[in-house]
């Protein structure tokens, strides 16, 4: 299998996606400049008990408060808050960390008020973003993840990811770390590291150690709160850095500026591999050149196609995904309706599985599967299931079927789902139903490359619009587009863009900036 990533980077979002044999199976988009991401670490203050939850609520300067449990301060809080104390108590001098005392565990039947109080400084870290209604998640047990390790600081021992089976293997890299790793901090070796040399873990772990050590200095020299102190790597970063594998053979970034901090940190994590990062500087839309604009049309919204004329329909609620399972107008198989609906279901455990790495699916997932009466099919689809889920990072629980033919699936939850709206309001009308006549839209564009070169003074720009209406513009030897060059100059640029509406238009400056040319009729 062949795997590559493809990241656009437009001027206020990122959109991150991972093709395996040319198929979407992942896609991130988030604001260029978003807040809150997993991993962050702040420092901030109590700002509610509430001992009825035996949790409390955290001021980190979002517009709803972070929430954080008893149980998820993390059993060396006491050690965390006296640190914090020693810190915050010179702000002219640090208190080094390897003088910092492991104080006892805290206990797990104590309660929240025994431990806070309104007002105190807490350090703490967001393990789930904010979704609908509720506030960032917290955790007091903060943890550094790198490729191969994560360091947690106060931690006591050296875990090693269950997925490392060879005993004589998990024995070396235990030996390896206790040796290199420092003074009050745990470390959990990750499943790429197996095999991994001395060196590189010992480079890494030292690059770990910074950034808790590069928060710290944050701490003491701001008096500031809430105040954030360590920021998770970029999107894209941080995909890299989870999903990378060998099998990778390119990595397309249209933005220079990216490309460098990705090229960057292939040096630094596989050397062998920093060759398959690809600065991407054609004119049609990093996205539309590896057809990914097209799946991404044709594998969000309400219902997906998958083959034959079966379809899922899936539904979001508050609670729970549910997911229906249906045939469509698939004809009959020559071994009866059994047969069908076996191979109905199978189709759409393959389906499902993509959706759910593809949204980002999580929380809990019910789906009503076409019935079957035959044992070994409903075993059959549930291996099925099973199998093409072991390729999804996140935690997952697949229970088999019930007796109403319902598949229950937990998967975890860190972000809100990637729910893309794929249906286009019109760009002309805005809804209200009537627009100018269609034939008049070229002239339209035209008033719009007047103004743009004799009034505002850009002489070279791109016009990005619908490719139907891109290839009415360039049809013929004195296209419509060449008259506009022969009339305004050759800086004039007709650029095809599956993601526009039919009569939809943008403007971009040489440097790819939008231009915004709507009139306010256009805009109301």
Known sequence: ?????????????????????????????????????????????????????NACFVDLGYERDAFLHYLDLGSQFNSYNKYLKQVCSDRKKLYPFSKAQRL????????????LSVGQEVLVQIVKEPISTK????????????????????????????????????????????????????????????????????????VLTKRWEKAISKVQKNAKRPQLVFEETGRAIAMLRDLFNPSFEHIHVNNEEVYNEIKHYLTLIAPEKADIVKLYTGKTPIFDNFNITKQIKSSFGKTINYKHGAYLIIEHTEALHVVDVNSGNRSRAKNGQEANALDVN???????????????????IVVDFIDMHLAEDRQMLYERMCKNMQKDRARHNILPLSKFGLMQITRQRVRPAMDVNVEEDCPTCNGTGKIRSSILF??????????????????????????YVAAYINKGFLSLKRKWQIKYGFGIHVIP?????????????????FIDMKEEIETK
């Open 1 to 53: 299998m062949n795997s590559e990533v493809v990241i656009d980077v437009r001027e206020k979002e990122v959109s991150i996606a991972l093709l395996e044999d040319k198929k979407l199976v992942e896609y991130q988009n988030e604001p260029r400049q978003a807040s809150f991401s997993v991993g962050n670490i702040y420092v901030a203050k109590v700002k509610k008990l509430m001992p009825g939850l």
């Open 442 to 467: 070229t002239d339209q564009l035209e008033r719009k490359i007047d103004r743009l070169i004799n009034k505002i003074g850009i002489t070279k720009f791109y016009l990005h619009v619908h490719p």
């Open 135 to 206: 506030g960032p998640r917290l955790t007091g047990e903060l943890s550094f993840a790198g490729r191969f390790i994560v360091l947690i600081p106060f931690g006591d021992k050296v875990s090693v990811s269950s997925k490392i089976k060879s005993g004589e293997e998990r024995a070396r890299l235990k030996q390896l770390i206790y040796s290199i790793k420092p003074k009050n901090c745990g470390v959990i070796v990750r499943t790429v590291a197996e095999g991994k040399r001395v060196a590189e873990l010992d480079n890494e772990m030292k």
């Open 346 to 364: 199978l189709g759409a455990a393959d389906e499902l599985a993509r959706q759910l790495r593809l949204r980002d699916m999580g929380g809990i």
């Open 104 to 115: 006892p565990d805290i206990k797990k039947d104590d309660t929240i008020q025994q431990v």
């Open 497 to 513: 863009s599956q993601k526009l509406a039919f009569l939809q238009y943008e403007f971009y400056d040489i440097e790819g900036n």
